[in-house]
């Protein structure tokens, strides 16, 4: 059975990312990149589809991990009746050709360790061919990818699994660097695995230091914009909405989704709290990357790409998955991305309104584009939409979709009322004041007291709550209040909101 998900740990280089759990076995890998066929899969099957772990022979005692400061690097501690060890594991953020680096330092006593690498590309189902190079070196090739492994710790077969028995004294070190390159290219290069270390270390740090957040919680606040850092897609400056697919949203049920991709909504959550600490960077390389994919008819955007801006993202089921705890079907690609949400519209121009804001650089392409978005919500507002949540059901006039057209709008009008740029306000203004008065008058239930999920309905829905946040209505509303108070009496439960009545979907 896997670890719970909790016991897991994200590292990555900004290419791609690896869950690592407590008991040092890495059973999630994509490499090269985030939406890449995993060579470690044992996350969704069991070890037989692929992991690397590194841990003591014997069952520890104790175990505590942490991050290295404002770091991505990862470091376990194992205490066991022999002594003590720290498992460093790194992936540095450099370059086209990924590799993982892993420290096993002696702290105490003398530790026997045991590592297990059991390669299987293509999420599971490819046993590579595996042989030695010169210097010892391991050399795992199957199609299109290649990884080789380097340690001076002596490594064997054992049932089509490189397994590696070695005794780690106080004060010794032994490394480990997994390296992957295109199968067509000669083996990579050796690196130095504690320069690789303290090179990660160091670009962390640089990144982070860059921060201007200084309110409460500094801590937990730095640690979450690290994590959505990790996220990002350096060479494009796409962002992923996460690193894994098919982890499911409840256990045995099949809303098991592939998350590998750029949602513009989610993307641009992700960059009001980087512009907000100070990471300008980021917004702009998204920026690009936005005018981009949204090349062709800007107009008729999609909600989702591929890190790349791909607009084809084919659902595939694998069925010799088990799946996260016996959750199937597993998943790559996602159908959704074939929807139609007006809400996105709003998402994407509220962002670039405050990119403005904060004085990044101007970009004339940036204003037509804009400019092509509204002339298409200009009668696309009033067409139903699958809204924020991706139901696979009928299309629905959702409030929540109506609401962020009215925020498109509503963006656009401020720019040019700033004089930031010129646009037909004239034409606008009606179409903003319409959606407002259509929204409240049909998306409000007063038998209920609260705006519902869509209009004439009778189900609350969490993304209401967006409303006076975009500022759709004041919080002190009576609407509003009406809303909160609704809401926090159905969906609330044990500090959390459900996002929807589940009587309203046959998917969950």
């Keep these: 059975m896997p670890l719970l998900i909790e016991d897991y ?51 520890p005692k104790q175990v505590e991990r942490r991050y290295r400061g404002d770091t991505l690097i990862l470091e376990t501690d194992y205490e066991t009746a022999e002594g003590a060890v720290t498992v460093v ?25 045991r590592m297990e690498l059991r390669i299987r590309f293509d999420y599971g189902s490819l046993v590579p061919w595996v042989r030695r190079l010169d210097g010892g070196r391991l050399y795992a090739v199957a199609g299109r990818d290649t990884l080789t492994l380097d340690t001076p710790a002596h490594i064997h077969g054992e049932d089509l699994t490189t397994v590696a028995e070695f005794t780690v004294a106080a004060g010794e070190e032994i490394p480990m660097v997994l390296m992957w390159q295109a199968s067509h290219l000669p083996p990579p290069e050796r690196i130095d695995p504690r320069e690789a270390i303290r090179f990660t270390d160091q670009w962390w740090r640089d990144w982070s230091s860059r921060c201007t957040y200084e309110g409460p919680w500094r801590d937990a606040v730095m640690r979450s914009l690290i994590t959505l850092k990790a996220l990002t897609f350096a060479p494009t400056g796409g962002i992923v909405a996460a690193p894994t697919t098919s982890l499911p949203e409840h256990i045995g049920g099949v809303r098991n989704w592939d998350y590998r991709f750029c949602w513009l909504r989610d993307a641009t959550f ?12 980021e917004a702009l390389a998204f920026r690009d990357w936005l005018l981009r994919v949204a090349a062709g008819d800007p107009a008729k955007i999609h909600i989702m790409y591929s890190i790349f801006g791909e607009r084809r993202l084919t659902e595939v089921e694998l069925p010799w998955l088990a799946g996260y705890e016996n959750s199937q079907p597993v998943r790559t690609g996602n159908a959704a991305s074939e929807q139609f949400q007006l809400d996105v519209y709003g998402e994407v121009l509220d962002m670039l309104n405050v990119c403005r804001r904060e004085g990044l650089p101007a970009d004339e392409n940036v204003w037509r584009m804009e400019v092509s978005l509204l002339k298409f919500l200009e009668t696309a507002w009033q067409t139903p939409d699958e809204g924020i949540w991706e139901v696979r059901g009928p299309r629905r006039h959702f409030t929540h979709s109506k609401m962020m057209a009215w925020v498109a709008f509503d963006r656009a009008i401020k720019t040019v009322e700033c004089g930031h740029r010129e646009g037909p306000l004239d034409k606008w203004r009606p179409i903003r004041d319409r959606i407002h008065r259509e929204v409240c008058d049909q998306g409000f239930n007063r038998q209920l007291n609260s705006f519902t999920q869509y209009y004439g309905g009778d189900l609350l829905d969490a993304s209401l709550l967006m409303a006076p946040l975009v500022g759709f209505l004041p919080p002190e509303d009576p609407r509003i209040v009406g809303t909160v108070e609704a809401i926090g009496k159905t969906l609330a439960r044990d500090g959390f909101v459900d996002r929807y009545e589940t009587r309203a979907h046959v998917d969950g």
Excluded: K
Excluded at 40 to 49: D, K, R, S, V
Excluded at 89 to 113: H, K, Q, S, T
């Design 9 to 59: 740990a994200l590292i990555g280089d900004c290419q791609t990312a690896a869950l690592v759990g407590r008991d040092g076995s890495i059973d999630w890998l994509c490499f090269p990149y985030f939406d890449s066929p995993a060579c470690f899969a044992a996350l969704l099957g069991g070890p037989e589809n692929g992991r690397w772990q590194l841990a003591p022979a014997e069952p």
């Design 89 to 113: 594991d790194c992936m540095p953020p450099r370059g086209a050709e990924p590799d993982l680096v892993r420290l096993v330092i002696g702290r105490r006593g003398n530790v026997r360790m």
């Design 270 to 281: 992700t960059l009001y709290s980087l512009l907000n600490t100070g990471y300008d960077g």
